[in-house]
C-alpha cells in the first residue's frame, strides 16, 4: 500500500569522508536539527535508510498546536510555533505551515468543564484562547450539525503539511552545505577514545565527533544493539485525505469521534480521534513493567490485538556488526495496511454531521507508526548517565504522536545539546536517563492525540 506521495529531495552523489555531525534518521526531528546545525556553521550529513520523511513525519495529521500539550511540553512548544512561523521565509520554500486556529468541540458538560483547565494552561503563556458556546461554535463552520456543548478555539495553533516540511527543510540543509544521503542505513557507531568517532553506513565510513539518532520506532533497535536502553514502542494511526472540498472550513476541527484540517491543495485530511488497534509485539512484554504508569491511566482507550507485527518483530535481529546487513536495509519504509473500514465509517460520520462534506471522495488512505514512550513525551538528550552511553552521542525520539509540531523545537533544542549552547528550554523533562534513575514516569491524565 504506498504511502502518502513526497516532495522529492534528491540524495547528494558522495558520502562525506568527515562532518561535525552525523543525524541518523530523515524525519522532522532530523532535518530540523540538521538545520540548526548548518546555520551554526557545522557540518552535517543526514543518513536516512530510506526516503526522507518517509515514515511517520509524512503521515501524521499535520497539526501544530498548543492546545492539550503537556505542561512539560509546552514551553519547547512554544518554541516551535515561533520557528514554524518563521520557516517557510527561513528556508525560502513551503513547509504549508499556516496559523489557522483550532476549534476543539464538546459534547458533554463534562467535557466543556475540562477544556476550562487547558484553557488556564494556555493563558499561562498569554495565548488568547477562549470557551465559545454550542452557538458561537456551529457560527464558525456552516453546515455544522453534530450534537455538542460548546468548544474551546485557540487562534495561535495551526497546521502544515507533512509531505512538503521535512523535504523542503532537508533541501534547504543541502543548500547550506550539509549533506543528504537517503537508502543509506547508518549500521553501527565508531569510538575512540572512550567518545564516538565515527558511524559505518552500507555505503562506507564517515568520521564525526557526534551523532544524533532521530530514527523514530526504529531508535529502540539502534540503540539496542549499543547496549542502550530506550523503553519504546509503537502504535499504528490511520489517516486519509479527500479531493477538495468547496466551501470547507479554514479552521482545523477536532469533534468527539473525528478530526479534519484543510490542506494546501484545498482537500482535508481526515483522521479517527480514537485510538486505533495496538497490536502486541515481544517489546509489549518486555516493556509492560515500564509502561504500566500509562497503563493505569489509559488501559480503557487501548484496544489490543495480535497480528503481523508480532511475528515480524520476532524474526527481526537485534544485534549485528558493521559488516551485517541490518534491519533497516532489509525494510526501506514502513508502510502499514490503512485500517480502511474505520476510517470510512469516520468519513460517513463526517458527511452525515457536515453539510460541506456531503459529496466529498476519498483520494487516498495510509496508516503509520507512531513512537510512543512510557510518559508520553520525548527523549531528546545526551546519553551520557545511561549504561553504554557515550560522548558525542544524542538521541531526539520517541515523541508520542506529538513530535510533528514539536520537529522545529525539537531540532533547536537538540543542536543546543550537541553543539553546547544554552538550551532554548530545560531539557531536564527530556533526559534519557529518566528511565533509569529512579524517577517517578507518569503520563499525562488525559493524553492528547493529534
Not at 502518502?4 to 524525519?27: C, M
Not at 503563556?125 to 460548546?150: H, W
Not at 549504561?387 to 522545529?408: C, D, E, I
Request: aromatic residues 6%; neutral net charge; contains cysteine.
Amino acid at each position: 500500500m504506498p504511502g502518502p506521495k513526497l516532495d522529492p529531495v534528491e540524495s547528494d552523489a558522495e558520502l562525506p569522508s568527515s562532518v561535525d555531525v552525523v543525524i541518523i534518521g530523515g524525519g522532522i526531528a532530523g532535518v530540523c536539527t540538521a538545520l540548526e546545525l548548518v546555520d551554526r556553521g557545522k557540518t552535517v550529513a543526514i543518513c536516512e535508510k530510506g526516503q526522507v520523511g518517509a515514515e511517520q513525519s509524512s503521515r501524521n495529521w499535520g497539526w501544530v498546536r498548543l492546545t492539550h500539550r503537556d505542561p512539560r511540553e509546552m514551553p519547547l512548544m512554544v518554541e516551535s510555533v515561533r520557528l514554524w512561523k518563521g520557516m517557510n521565509e527561513r528556508i525560502d520554500d513551503e513547509t504549508g505551515y499556516r496559523q489557522c486556529g483550532v476549534t476543539y468541540t464538546v459534547a458533554t458538560d463534562a467535557a466543556l468543564a475540562a477544556e476550562h483547565n487547558a484553557l488556564d494552561e494556555l493563558h499561562q503563556y498569554q495565548i488568547p484562547a477562549r470557551i465559545l458556546n454550542r452557538e458561537e461554535a456551529l457560527a464558525a463552520f456552516p453546515g455544522l450539525s453534530l450534537e455538542i456543548k460548546g468548544a474551546l478555539h485557540n487562534p495561535h495553533d495551526g497546521r502544515a503539511e507533512p509531505q512538503m516540511a521535512a523535504p523542503a527543510i532537508a533541501r534547504a540543509v543541502q543548500a547550506r552545505g550539509g549533506t543528504v544521503h537517503q537508502n543509506c542505513a547508518v549500521r553501527t557507531v565508531e569510538t575512540a577514545n572512550g567518545r564516538v568517532s565515527g558511524v559505518i553506513t552500507e555505503k562506507g565510513p564517515i568520521k564525526c565527533s557526534a551523532v544524533l539518532v532521530a530514527g523514530g520506532v526504529w531508535s529502540r533497535l539502534f540503540l539496542g544493539n549499543m547496549g542502550i536502553y530506550l523503553p519504546q514502542l509503537r502504535t499504528k494511526n490511520t489517516v486519509m485525505r479527500t479531493d477538495p472540498v468547496p466551501d470547507g472550513p479554514e479552521t482545523t476541527l477536532k469533534y468527539r469521534d473525528f478530526a479534519m484540517r484543510r490542506r494546501l491543495d484545498g482537500g482535508y485530511n481526515i483522521a479517527s480521534a480514537e485510538p486505533s488497534r495496538y497490536q502486541l509485539t515481544p517489546d509489549s512484554f518486555r516493556l509492560f513493567k515500564a509502561f504500566l504508569p500509562t497503563l493505569k491511566n489509559e488501559w480503557r482507550n487501548v484496544s489490543l490485538g495480535l497480528g503481523p507485527a508480532f511475528f515480524e518483530a520476532l524474526r527481526t535481529p537485534r544485534r549485528w556488526t558493521s559488516k551485517d546487513v541490518t534491519p533497516f536495509e532489509k525494510t526501506r519504509v514502513l508502510d502499514p495496511e490503512p485500517e480502511s473500514t474505520m476510517i470510512d465509517k469516520v468519513l460517513d460520520g463526517v458527511k452525515s454531521g457536515y453539510a460541506p462534506f456531503k459529496d466529498a471522495k476519498v483520494a487516498q488512505r495510509w496508516a503509520g507508526y507512531i513512537d510512543v514512550l512510557p510518559d508520553v513525551i520525548p527523549v531528546i538528550s545526551a546519553t551520557e548517565g545511561v549504561k553504554n552511553g557515550l560522548p558525542g552521542l544524542f538521541v531526539a525520539t520517541g515523541f508520542s504522536g506529538h513530535g510533528f509540531g514539536l520537529g522545529t523545537g525539537a531540532g533547536l533544542l537538540a543542536a543546543d545539546l550537541i553543539t553546547g549552547r544554552s538550551p532554548c528550554v530545560d531539557p531536564t523533562p527530556f533526559r534519557l536517563h529518566r528511565f533509569t534513575d529512579g524517577s517517578k514516569i507518569s503520563a499525562m491524565q488525559v493524553l492528547a492525540r493529534h
